[in-house]
């Protein structure tokens, strides 16, 4: 057995530069955090989680509040203290060291000598990329923790029974009868942008980019008549996934083939996004669009969506779906379902928190293949092939109508 040094040292060469390629780095990660609960304490696990998260949740707030990550990386990113910081910021020194040495505990950034801190990729991520700290604001503070918060009590009082009624789950108990999820991410000036944020964070970070995992090359672009709609987004968001797309095929997308559907509020930010890159502008149409209605877009070469389904029980997924169906041409259109898949045995964690999420938000679900298959032929259409990646959160689901 390796002694407690020789496995010290074989851990501090590690980092996410050691790996050959995504799906590896994150097998080492799942195998990392196994062990870690293999020696922690039962006191240690609960620690964590009743102290740790909130404090250092609170601490990173605090911290993208008063500047500190966006003036450290304005000023060169170099090792700093916090006198420094606060002389930056205008915020209090002592205040400022508090914080810092509760993110630095939790290895979120470096204390290289005696108040005196250097970034990690992390604290370089909070400055270089504008959507990122959004999941430290809003989306936390206005949404996921309250959320949560609440679950337990809502579903004690209901009996413990598995929800599944949208306008009667955990977010009206909540937010009141009557509440509306997705209004109120639209409406809540200090949750909407957040809110965007975090799903494009979670769609650059946490997933698979979707040309990676379904050949486009040759099932999307190859064939496509270029007077018609290439891919349209629905319920696209900010336009990350058509993002992904144009980049991976900017010389075969024709002038205005991307469509981007979503609500009036979620699009607010989408358009001036789109406006603002001339490849993007020449492109992508953004279009308001409700998917509970008829789909417009008529004959398009691939209908996407990405993480749609899972905010809906299945009555009212199937309508969704149904809307797409009668807008796809047989033998020419597809259905692209970009979703997580709950494996049998040991679905991963990323899934079984998602499963959760949409429980307290939607009363809604993450899906197994089996109900996936049978919420797609439920509305008209056949699954041709579901395309997992190695590792990865989300598989793309290829579908077409029914025979």
Known sequence: MASADQVLANLREIDASSFTNEAERVRVRDALFEALRKVQSPWDIAWDHNWVNGATNAAIKTLIDAGVFKKWEETGGKPTTCDEFAKLTGADAVLIRRMMRCIAGQNLVVETAEDTYARTPWAKALAQDTSFPGMYGGFYHELNNPMFRTLPFYLKETGFKNPANVDD?????????????????????????????AMECHSKYNLT???????????????????????????????????????????????????????????????????????????????????????????????????????????????????????????????????????????????????????????????????????????????????????????????????
């Open 169 to 197: 789950c955990n977010f009206q108990y909540w937010r009141g009868a009557g509440a509306n999820m997705f209004q109120y991410c639209g409406t809540n000036p200090a949750l909407t942008s957040d809110f965007n944020d």
């Open 209 to 403: 980019p979707w040309p990676e995992v379904y050949p486009t090359a040759d099932k999307v672009v190859s064939g496509a008549h270029p007077d018609r709609a290439l891919v349209v987004d629905v319920g696209g968001g900010k336009g990350h996934d058509l993002r992904k797309f144009l980049a991976r095929h900017r010389d075969d997308v024709p002038a205005g083939s991307l469509v981007l559907q979503d609500l009036p509020d979620i699009l607010k930010s989408a358009e001036a996004s789109v406006q603002a890159d001339a490849a993007e502008a020449r492109a992508i149409v953004v279009q308001a669009h409700d998917f509970f209605t008829p789909q417009p877009v008529v004959g398009a070469r691939v209908y996407f969506m990405h993480n749609v389904l899972h905010d809906w029980p299945d009555p009212t997924a199937r309508l969704i779906l149904e809307n797409i169906a009668a807008a796809m041409e047989r033998g020419y259109s597809k259905l692209l379902i970009h979703e997580s898949l709950v494996t049998d045995v040991k679905p991963l964690s990323r899934v079984t928190v998602s499963d959760l999420t949409m429980m307290a938000c939607l009363a809604a679900a993450e899906r197994t293949e089996t109900q996936w298959r049978d919420l797609v032929s439920s509305a008209g259409l056949r699954v041709v092939k579901i395309w997992r990646p190695a590792q990865s959160v989300e598989s793309v689901i290829e579908v077409e109508l029914a025979e």
